[in-house]
């Protein structure tokens, strides 16, 4: 026991267990379980579990928000401006109030407050209507006049960045960034439509790069990529004397209720908020929205539930979406490859919001004692962005991991042994030599060396992502009489399946089967669990929910132990039986046990501890564990020289999520990453018309998506990587598994033809330009 | 494609026995045969099926994410064949069976498709899935033993933003081989 008392030594396993497990002590507190042994020992985590909400999501029972239909519910829609850039000088919503279906209209855009009087992007919210159906609403939306000064407005990045461009905002209007962001982050300076730069240092870039024997030096520019989720963005506000409750599409019910208690003056004793089927967010559903709001608002005047849901226009144009990024990059090298320099300069656009950095690769990834950074958001007229799976670190490895390929190249060093030599974590270079193994990379040949015109080629890229945990994070578990268990917490299943991973936590520590574990989640009543956004769901759940299970055994065996006559300490659970360890035919089941207890219910509530060798980082609720979470993948392409039609045939995705809890659902969450970047190496592009504004496939087929006939054959592979950090040792996958895939299409596109793709998305048009073959496109 | 063609085949066969009145804008009264269920409703003439079956009907399972026929998600069978439900309107449906993701289990026990969805987790946050599983077993009641480029082809038109496609074709493959074991 440690000196404080407050904590014991354990012995975690430790290490990557294809490579070879050892152990590591840590200071466990005191009320926490013992060591979770590896995977092999274990009878449910890291199983195969069948999806827990399975049959109701393929009979059509799962009530998303969408489904969600309340006695005297209204419909709600949103009245958007026309104009990307435009002062309002009035606006008469009389019209629309006398229309004989409508029961509340709000005003959003207000001429008189000139914090509100200006709309900056087609698609801001102006005025908004609740009526007894949407066919009145839609009526009565056509009733409110505004009168509208149009604004000079730019819409294009480059363009922005001069001097003589319209400007957004200014000084005093402009988004003021948050405190943890980066490179959104407080206080930098505004220069036009130019905010920034965030900058990161260390070391000295110029005689770094005077160190090197060679430079390399790129541009790389990315798109802007919607969300496409296939649930819109939904909401049902039921404003009450007693309260507020409200069913939303949201990745995080808790911080949703904390935005509304704040928002609306209200405790957050009287804010309820719930979801139980939750239709895709990946980053765009992770707080309250402006349509959030503007429910709540309507509801509050109407005295009446009031539903918004965006149509899929709505959706690609004020929704949020991926920022578009143009970035330079220089690295310097000595011939063996270490790296002496990396200089890195970025422009991005998150429309009229901030946060279009590159992310943190380049400082990161690998070992470089000399970097400098400056990272610009510029502003244009157009939707916010916002995060979206691995937000920065996405389009940063589209340049950071191109650049190394180059710099193998140049080198003349194979790009696997390039980065053996400058990639200082374990992690990568075992998940390299796996793949490597998998993709067969011994068979790739010289950029260009296909005779034919449909060239194949092999590529390779990595990621880095932070192991986020959410400190905020609770979980209650309860044994009734009858033998029934229950899990509880806020926590919400936005389909990666974490009710699933916790039934499957919680039968490991009774001996039960997951089946037998009721999930309760998605509903502020419960204790607050984390967001699932920033791959953290797992990591910050899981070890509370073990942990207050724990703690409801040590009750259970307590009774148990009376009727045995034995220690509880002596006690084990398994096969849905409690046993004597060392006699384990004696006992009893564990419905007998729990017939024991003197109430009809033991619960206990854990909340999320710190890692137990401490964080990197603690920002508020949130913190990054020490370890980074590490991916590798390799890509195979056919290249069709003559319609510039690029095919990916396989993809190989290797990736570290700590303790993989359901390879089943690892596997879903990485393919889906692995195809989301697909089509963003190849389809997907947000185009704005330069001259109005205007998106111009504000849909879903003109906005281009992967669909089943460009999907490749993937292999998953997933390491097993224990620390010892946690009761469960789990982080989360969804979003490393989304940065490697387009820099290793690009990568695998250039050793196919030879010629270099620095931006996306890599269409025939680009890849025949890129060729020689037609003009380039402005 | 095929989705629109089937709404135009709806209109066609609507003229040729002498074309509907002139109906609207208010409510009208229609019978729709759902799951086996004929029920009737009042709707106004410009309601969609899939409006319908997810309004009135409470059939919710259908799902609506673009409403313009372009990622397949409202999908039910008319008369055994794929539409998206977006793509027609209700009254046009005429006498034809509509089948959605509520009538496909027998009580109890899931359709093949439904059973192998859940054992190949071919599905992430659920919301595509109800369609997804429609035109699946669609497949496999006119081609029982399909390749996974059949498979493919019958789920091209449909979007899954999760990116579930490997193991829907999986879990379809799984279906056909369980059916015919």
Known sequence: ?778 | MIDAASAIIGRAEGAESGGPAVSGPEPVPITLKVNGVTRTLQIEPRTTLAEALRGRLGLTGTKIACNRGACSACTVWLDGMTVCSCMILAIEVGARNVTTIEGLARGDALHPVQAAFIAHDAMQCGFCTPGMVMSSAALLERMPDPTAEDVKTAISGHICRCGTYPHVVAATLAAAKARKA
């Open chain 1, 1 to 778: 026991m440690a000196a404080d008392g407050t904590t014991r030594t354990e012995r975690f396993p430790s290490g990557i267990a294809s490579v070879g497990l050892g152990e590591v002590e840590r200071q466990v507190p005191l009320d926490e379980p013992p060591p979770l042994p590896a995977n092999a020992l274990l009878a449910v985590i890291g199983k195969p579990v069948p999806r827990q909400n399975g049959r109701a999501k393929v009979t059509g029972a799962t009530r998303f928000t969408v489904d969600i239909a309340l006695p005297g519910m209204l419909h709600g829609r949103i009245l958007r401006s026309p104009l990307p850039h435009a002062q309002l000088r009035a606006i008469d919503a009389s019209a629309a109030l006398g229309h004989p279906g409508v029961r509340a209209v709000i005003v959003v855009a207000r001429p008189e407050d000139p914090a509100a009087s200006v709309v900056r992007y087609i698609g801001a919210p102006v005025a908004a209507i609740a009526a007894v159906s949407m066919a009145a609403a839609r009526e009565a939306l056509r009733l409110i006049r505004v009168d509208y000064m149009p604004l000079p407005f730019v819409a294009d990045m480059d363009a922005a960045r001069a001097p003589s461009a319209p400007l957004v905002y200014d000084s005093a209007s402009a988004p003021a960034g948050h405190p943890s962001g980066y490179p959104a982050a407080a206080g930098l300076p505004l220069n036009g439509n130019v905010r920034g730069p965030a900058t990161g240092r260390r070391g000295d870039v110029a005689q770094g790069f005077a160190q090197g024997d060679v430079v390399i030096e790129g541009e790389y520019r990315t798109q802007v990529q919607t969300h496409c989720c296939m649930e819109p963005h939904a909401i049902v506000a039921d404003w009450r004397a007693d309260g507020l409750t409200v069913h939303m599409s949201t990745q995080f019910t808790a911080g949703v209720r904390h935005e509304l208690a704040e928002t609306f003056g209200l405790p957050l004793s009287r804010v309820r908020v719930i979801v139980d089927g939750m239709g895709g967010g990946f980053g765009s559903k992770s707080t309250l929205g402006n349509y959030g709001r503007i429910a709540v608002a309507l509801s509050r005047q109407a005295q009446a539930p009031v539903r918004i849901m965006l149509d899929r226009e709505e959706e690609q144009m004020d929704a949020g979406n991926r920022p578009g990024t143009w970035q330079r990059l220089r690295i310097g090298a000595r011939r063996d490859g270490s790296l002496t320099a990396i200089s890195l300069a970025s422009y991005g656009t998150a429309g009229v919001a901030v946060g279009a950095g590159v992310g943190t690769v380049a400082e990161a990834m690998y070992a470089c004692p000399n970097f400098e950074a400056a990272q610009h958001d510029v502003f244009i007229n157009a939707g916010p962005g916002c995060a979206m799976r691995a937000p920065g670190n996405v389009p940063g490895a589209f340049g950071l991991e191109q650049a190394i390929d180059e710099l193998a190249e140049r080198l003349s060093l194979d790009p696997l042994v390039l980065r053996d030599r400058i990639d200082p974590s374990p992690v990568r270079r075992e998940e390299r030599r796996i793949g490597a193994e998998r993709i067969g990379w011994q068979r790739r040949h010289a950029p260009g060396a296909d005779p034919g015109p449909v060239k194949r080629g092999l590529g390779v890229a990595q990621s880095l992502w932070g192991a986020n945990v959410q400190i905020n994070s609770a979980c209650e578990v309860r044994v009734m009489r009858d033998g029934s268990v229950e899990v509880l917490s806020s926590v919400q299943d936005i389909g990666t399946g974490i009710g699933t991973v916790l039934a499957q936590t919680v039968a490991e520590v009774f001996g039960l089967r997951p089946e037998e574990i009721t999930i309760r989640i998605g509903d502020t009543e419960f204790p607050a669990g984390p967001p699932s956004y920033g791959s953290r769901t797992t990591a910050s759940i899981t070890p509370p929910a073990r942990t207050a299970a724990w703690r409801v055994l040590q009750l259970l065996f307590r009774e148990a132990a009376l009727a045995l006559n034995v220690a509880a300490g002596d006690l084990v659970a398994r096969d849905g039986r409690i046993l004597v360890r060392d006699e384990p035919n004696r006992g009893m089941s564990f419905r007998d046990a729990a017939a024991r207890l003197r109430t009809d219910r033991i619960s206990a509530v854990a909340s999320r501890s710190d890692d137990y060798a401490g964080f990197r980082r603690r920002m508020e609720d949130a913190a990054l564990a020490r370890q980074d979470l590490g991916g590798v993948q390799f890509a195979e392409v056919a290249v069709d020289t003559e319609t510039g039609i690029v095919r990916v045939e396989r993809v190989v995705a290797v990736q570290d999520c700590g303790r993989p809890m359901n390879p089943l659902q690892i596997e879903s969450q990485v393919q889906g990453g692995v195809l989301m970047g697909l089509s963003y190496a190849l389809f997907e592009d947000r185009i704005l018309d330069q001259h109005t504004g205007r998106m111009v496939n504000p849909n879903l087929e003109q906005y281009k998506l992967a669909g089943p006939r460009e999907t490749p054959a993937i292999d998953v592979v997933v390491l097993e990587n224990y620390q010892g950090q946690s009761a469960t040792d789990a982080y989360g996958i969804a979003e490393p598994s989304n940065i490697a895939t387009a820099p290793a299409i690009a990568n695998a596109v250039y050793n196919a033809i030879g010629v270099r793709l620095r931006a996306l998305p890599m269409t025939p048009a680009a890849i025949l330009a890129a060729l020689g073959k037609v003009p380039v496109r402005s």
